[in-house]
């Protein structure tokens, strides 16, 4: 672990744990463990990890490789490689400008962010920020007006596409969150 540390202090990150500890060692706590906790015992969370953990690639040997294209398309959009902006919440934790932020990043990367419903700027916001593909994520609310007005709001500032969100019936019990109150 020291040796770990020493090098991102040496350094830029070069994979996702030295980002992780660069993270760790940036953000309050609680922001910190709300971005890198789950819900419940974590067992989705821990799945997850262990399923990109899985992931192998198959190295091809005597292939000319010198014009790689990771282009592909998303609902017609074209993007730089098969990677979006997943919808996440409270970018303002780590960065003042928060999704604005992000949406930028995603302008410059040439790919699609996905707002997210709980984000920490608007939705007007963000759309006027940059020229990023938008697309919104809608959680499904009981009180159906609440949705109508959101997909009127993104309607109005351009977002390309609605990503609606069934999985969260009932918040999941985050003990992280609870301990930092």
Do not use: W
């Not at 992780?20 to 969370?45: C, F, I, V």
């Not at 999704?99 to 700027?121: E, F, H, K, P, Y």
């Not at 697309?135 to 609310?141: K, S």
């Amino acid at each position: 672990m020291v040796l770990i540390l020493l090098m991102i202090m040496e350094g830029e990150p070069v994979n996702v744990n030295e980002f992780q500890e660069l993270a760790r060692q940036a953000l309050p706590k609680m922001y910190y463990d709300y971005y890198s906790g789950g819900a419940e015992d974590q067992y989705t969370l821990k799945e997850n990890v262990e399923a990109f953990r899985r992931i192998t690639f198959r190295p091809r040997i005597l292939v000319d490789v010198s014009r790689i294209n990771l282009s592909t398309t998303v609902l017609g959009y074209k993007i730089s490689a098969p990677i979006m902006v997943a919808p996440s919440a409270m970018h303002k934790l780590a960065h003042p400008e928060g999704g604005i932020a992000t949406a930028r990043a995603a302008a410059a990367s040439n790919t699609i962010m996905v707002l997210s419903s709980v984000s920490s700027c608007t939705i007007e916001e963000v759309a006027s920020s940059c020229n990023a593909i938008r697309f919104f994520q809608l959680y499904v609310y009981k009180n159906r007006d609440v949705a109508t007005q959101l997909v009127q709001r993104v309607e109005r500032n351009g977002y390309k596409a609605i990503v609606l969100t069934v999985d969260v019936p009932m918040l999941g019990r985050r003990e992280a969150d609870i301990k930092n109150k």
